[in-house]
């Protein structure tokens, strides 16, 4: 049976020294606000994993009032996210991510982005899209006030 999981996940812009999205350092002059390393495209991703397979969300696995993930590396949830899939009987299809922000230009980073969650989800590089799109100024991401990234899984459950 195929299934179809929707993650997504917003953080605000704060003083800081670049952005981490799908496991890269992303140099820019700002920073997210956020509990664990405020990976939007990792976070939107693992929300669309467990979602696919009916398993909760970021919250109900790694709750932001558990000190054990302050400043975690979000890969670590995606490898977890990967595990409950394959316990629940899913095999990962595919998984496509838009990262929504006005800057920086994230084109350089999408490949090393791409081959880093290929290797947490344990899938063919074929299987994992990213890509990045501005809102023309337009709301909270154009005015830079913050980032925002949806995510789409489709996993088969039952081959």
Known sequence: ???TGIGIDVHAFTDGDGLVLGGVKVPYQRSVSSHSDGDVVIHAIVDALLGAVGAGD???HFPSSDQRWKDADSRLFLREASNILKQAGAT???VDCTVILQEPALAPHIPQMRK???ADLEVDLSQVSIKATTTDHLGFTGRGE???AVAVATVEVGI
């Open 1 to 3: 049976m195929l299934k």
């Open 58 to 60: 970021l919250g109900t």
């Open 92 to 94: 990962l299809n595919n």
């Open 116 to 118: 880093l969650l290929a």
């Open 146 to 148: 913050g980032i925002a």
